[in-house]
């Protein structure tokens, strides 16, 4: 479920997700941030007091002064596997005795005190998750409490923490520090929220048919209340106790009577509530509305105040792929994967542009309104002018035989200048298999889609509609990847681990690009082509793939020629996700780490570390000199301007001016390279010849010549370990001549 992490906190506000950033708590003006070093999981706020969860588990904690720009300043570091949650608290008389009773002989050497302020962190595990606490006088972290399996949901009474909710599903366990009771809550249905009272031991339950269940501890008393008919996304206390704040789905924000349990209703928020958080003397709430708002809402006028829209506030979002999106303003990235929706982002001005409304949702308020099938776009494609959308959506409806039902759906631009977009064309199952690849010719009026099963159709606009007018079925067993060059001649398709080179216009086969290092199916396949000065003096097109461990560079004009050696060279890198960089470099993701290539050489031009774990999808905006990509948990994260300013900053001209540059001299025995600009010495001067000797021509389907032929590798390069000549396993020459045969 979309959530999104507001707090308040030295009287600003705390907006967190792939970033932390501060705002001001009257206006919502931008007022700072935390610079991170890798992205945010997790954020808490309370009173002065700021941390943030990195990836891997880092915990970081920050005093944020009251004054308006006041830079947080580092308090304390420390580390905890796994950790997911976090919640501040000021230790009262209750909790001191139930925390100092976890510890250990030897942690009760630093005993807790009442009025300790104590951090709360819950790590979540598919083994096994634990709740600790970090004392920040004693400088001790300790655990409190193990659970088996993952926890989903995590809430703690503020300021003591006196009760303590962990959620696992269905199920939660409630520990109650003042009597030293552990009570277990089953629920029917997935507990989506939880909010713990600030004084008593009472719990509240937000679940997926959006109903509040409320249990008054230990005497295990439940008082239920519906309004809501869809999940409840967001539960809060407010710090008087007096109200319970709901919300979800509907975009109406529901303030429970804690005594009566009588409902006040904010109505027209503008969009579905994502999170919100009670200011410290509870008249006002902060509450964040998909896709990007935040808003102040006065509770005793039962209105809102301030309403702010942010690009920025997209970030932390769940996805699965970033698109380019032109419009009159330029390229814009819009995020794929989202339910019903398709999101467009600029990323250079951060400013939200609009959401495309795929399928209608149902957020009806009715108890008995039966939900609408879930659609999500898993390929999008724009034209170059924005003037037509393609869309390929895979829905939760299983047709008779037993697959998915999946559609592929050509729109039209409403309105020059908008993103307002109509269906034109609706085609079922348009594929047998999934689709891969949606690509827009630069004339407007071609598309091509690629099926998972070898198939690629071309469709053409008959000026009031889109018609299917041709089909061809590529040799291999599957289809994973597929690119256009960017004149719209030719549609390069990753089958199995070779590249299949097709005329847009006839289908008729132009080239297959082989190698013989890996077996693992390509991930991506990008056209590298040139300028025009650079055509006028002869270069070549080329055209660029990636594995999951290899990136190839082949020459795209010598195999259309029906040239020999057309492999340029090859890098063993443990690709993650790679994309092209204005048609003329490819960026690829190595485990965080981005790497830029150019056709010139196969040392990259450029490194920079971005994330700790890999990154699911990647994306330049041509033009734009900007870096998208979607992390490994699904969040749409961007990289800083001047970041991505220093890393795209060489151009391919000087990358390959850089490459014919003399070698450094070669390090002392025994010594490791660091730093950027050891790169030569740590890849080496060239992975392979510049034009291998030992291929056969690759204008059909052949496997090396010598398949036992050594070429250099970085196989070890992320380590920086001195890399090894590998030669591909003798087997796997002979079983592409067995399998494969010319088109």
Known sequence: METAQLMWCGGRVVVGGGKVSLRN?????????????????????????????????????????????????????????????ASWHILGKKAVSGFTAALTEHEKMKPHKAGDVVLLVASSAREESSVAVYN???????????VEGAITQFAASSPD????????????????????????????????SVAVHPFSHTVSFGDSTGRIRTWLLPAMTMKEAHWHAHALSVLAWSPDGTTLASGGEEAVLCLWNGRSWASNKITRLPGHIIGTSWNPNSSKLVVGCAPSGVLLIDVAQRKPTTLVHGAELMLGQRCEAVVPAPTAGGVCAALVGLENVIRVYDPVNLKYLKTIKVAHKNVSSRIDSAALPTIKVTQAALTPGGEHLATFEDSDVILPSGKRENTLRFWNLSEPGTLDYSVNTFVSSPHEGDCVAVLFSPNRRVCVTVGSDCSVKRWGFRGDHWAHMATTTLTGDSASCASMSQDGTVVSVGVDWAVQCLSVGTFEPLAALTQTLSAAPLQSVHHIECGDEAKAEGSRYHLAATSATHVFMWDLSAAREGGEDVLEYAVEVPVDAAATYDGQAVVVSARGTFLLFSKASPVPVQTLKVADRPVRSLFAPQGRGMLLYVAYDGRFRHVEKSLSDAFLGMTPAAAAAAAAAPAAPAAPAGAKPTGAKALTELFGAASLPARPASLLPTGSLMAFQDPNSSCKTLSTFYDGDTHALQAPAPALGRLLDSLLTPL
Request: glycine share 12%; charged share 20%; net charge negative.
């Open 136 to 146: 920040l006088r004693t400088k001790l972290l300790s655990t409190i409490r193990t």
């Open 161 to 192: 923490p006196h009760t303590v909710a962990v959620v696992q599903g269905a199920a939660a366990q409630v520990m109650l520090f003042g009597n030293g009771d552990v009570k277990t809550i089953s629920n029917k249905n997935r507990i989506c």
């Open 25 to 85: 708590g009257r206006t919502l003006a931008e007022d700072g941030g935390v610079e991170e070093e890798g992205a945010v999981v997790h954020t808490a706020a309370y009173g002065t007091n700021l941390a943030t969860i990195r990836e891997g588990g880092a915990v970081v904690l920050y005093t944020v002064e009251e004054a308006p720009g006041a830079t947080p300043k580092l308090r304390d570091e420390f580390t905890m596997e796994g950790a997911a949650f």
